[in-house]
């Protein structure tokens, strides 16, 4: 299916909790009817602005950068409007347009810089460097005439060194230890994905899941492709993780919710600053109606990810599971600026079947909209659904009388709280990457002990984390000595976080994935639902 990207729209970004910044973009088929004669008649506000920056340009005493006064003063006034209406300068254009075209040119690895060396954590599958046979634990020392081993060079450099034009070559000098051996490769420089599926695999036989991270130009054939080789394998319920996922392409959302809606269903419909109504329908192209289908959410979900779960809760298709969502209910259009720059401004407004707007209040200012999270977690609404206070003029009812409630985001249909604050250090260790680079160093010692372990099949059956592995970490961890808990009491839950990043670093996030769903309360919950056994009993995994 070729996806129609012309007409563009985004939902801007938005950080919600520790000083997370969240790239929150939404497309959408909007468009402005006035010309741009009409749009762009000169004013006298806008020559006010322009002979101001000529008056410092010719006039003022000292040399004044007057790019860097222009975008002060964009972002100021972008900062009046909404919080999700920003400005994009030319130098970060390049670096947003990949992350939503779902790919960027390279030589496809994962890196890790360890002794001043970098050194391949996993090669891309089908990118430049597998094809030519580069394996991970492979050490890149030099890239064309330039040594890159030996120098305190920052990721940024690393990657700008490694990147170039499509089809240009490249000569890398490379250390393999496993056969303490150097050789040289050329690379041809190629596409690589973004991926926009962090892991998909069987929590069930019979039941799928896929974890999607955002939404890019690539998300929906990438969920397609995995949807399908889920149902290859006997899928009939899929679980679709949207926890984290700040959004993306408001018509990739579309598309990915016409996955589960029968024909006809409206799945939303937005509004302009004139009052012009579009509908969203479904079509009879989706390839998971009439199925189960359970969506995870929590605090940091927001625009797509918001309405896909709107869509689905709202025409009572599957069950959303999790913690109430952001509450991001704008859409942004992408406007170019003339110099490289560009601006996402908010054009409309969107709205879920019944007519909910799930847009947070914003009155207060950026800076109080984007510490919401801080405000949730101290009224207790993340460890209580009963905490969520919601007036009764935001009450909606779906066809089949379920109440549902706009503002503020998607209220789950089934509450599961966060964990207890060690339960989530736990996550946060995991998420900066801790329990990652301990797995990379004991895999650098010798990865030849884990030969035996031929596929992920036999790694997930008979790999253990042992005492010994365990003791390992925690003199990792005591480098840094500032958790401020005591890590020991937690050894079964570190042991599977071990066995997890080894098992991503030796396999693929997939793997990773599949082994700590049995610490996930979330997926636990699902899985209680879906089992009348286990639901009559009483038990709550």
Sequence with gaps: MK??????????????????????????????????????TTNSKKDKLNRLIDYIDYEYVDEVDTDSIVDVTVNNILDKLDPHSVYIPKDEMQRVSENMKGDFVGIGISFYIFRDTITITRTIKDGPSQRRGLRPGDKILIADNDTLFGRDLSNEEIVERLKGQEGTD??????????????????????????????????????????????????????????????????????????????????????????????????????????????????????????????????????????????????????????????????????????????????????????????????????????????????????????????????????????VYGGGGIIPDVFVPIG???????????????????????????????????????FLKEFTTDDILFDKLMEFMSRYNNFGLNLREYEDQLKLYIKAAIAEQLFSPDLKAEILAPADPMLQKVLSLDNPTLQNSGSDL
């Design 3 to 40: 996806i129609d990207l012309k007409k563009t729209y985004y939902i801007g970004p938005a950080v919600v909790a520790f000083s997370l910044a969240l790239g929150i973009f939404v497309g959408g088929k909007l468009h402005f009817d006035d010309s741009p004669e009409k749009l762009f």
């Design 420 to 458: 207890s604050n060690e339960e989530e250090a736990m996550t946060v260790l995991d998420t900066r990457e801790y329990f990652s680079s301990f797995a990379f160093e004991h895999l650098e010692e010798d990865r030849t002990r884990y030969s035996e372990f031929s596929t992920p099949e036999v």
């Design 170 to 403: 490249v000569a890398l000098t490379v250390y393999r230890k496993s056969e303490e051996r150097t050789f040289r490769v050329r690379l041809q420089r190629d596409r690589v994905p973004i991926r926009s599926i962090d892991a998909y695999y069987m929590l069930r036989p019979d039941m799928g899941y896929i974890r999607m991270n955002r939404f890019a130009e690539s998300t929906y054939e990438e969920f397609r492709k995995s949807l399908k080789e889920l149902k290859s394998r006997g899928a009939e319920k899929l679980v679709l993780d949207l926890r984290d996922n700040p959004g993306g392409y408001l018509n990739i959302a579309e598309l990915i919710a016409d996955e589960f809606l029968p024909k006809g269903k409206l799945i939303l419909f937005t509004r302009n600053k004139k009052g012009q109504v579009e509908k969203t329908f479904a079509t009879s192209r989706g390839a998971f109606e009439n199925y189960p289908v359970y969506v995870l959410i929590n605090e940091r979900s927001a625009s797509a990810s918001e309405i896909i779960a709107g869509a689905l809760q709202d025409n009572d298709i599957g069950t959303i599971v999790g913690r109430r969502s952001f509450g991001k209910g704008l859409v942004q259009r992408e406007m170019d600026l003339g110099d490289g720059s560009a601006v996402r401004l908010t054009v409309s407004r969107y709205y879920t079947p019944t007519g909910r707007s799930i847009q947070r209040d914003y009155k207060n200012g950026s800076e109080d909209y984007y510490h919401n999270y801080l405000a949730r977690r101290r009224s207790g609404e993340l460890e209580s659904m009963d905490s969520i206070h919601v007036a009764d003029s935001l009450k909606f009812t779906t066809p089949k009388g379920k109440v």
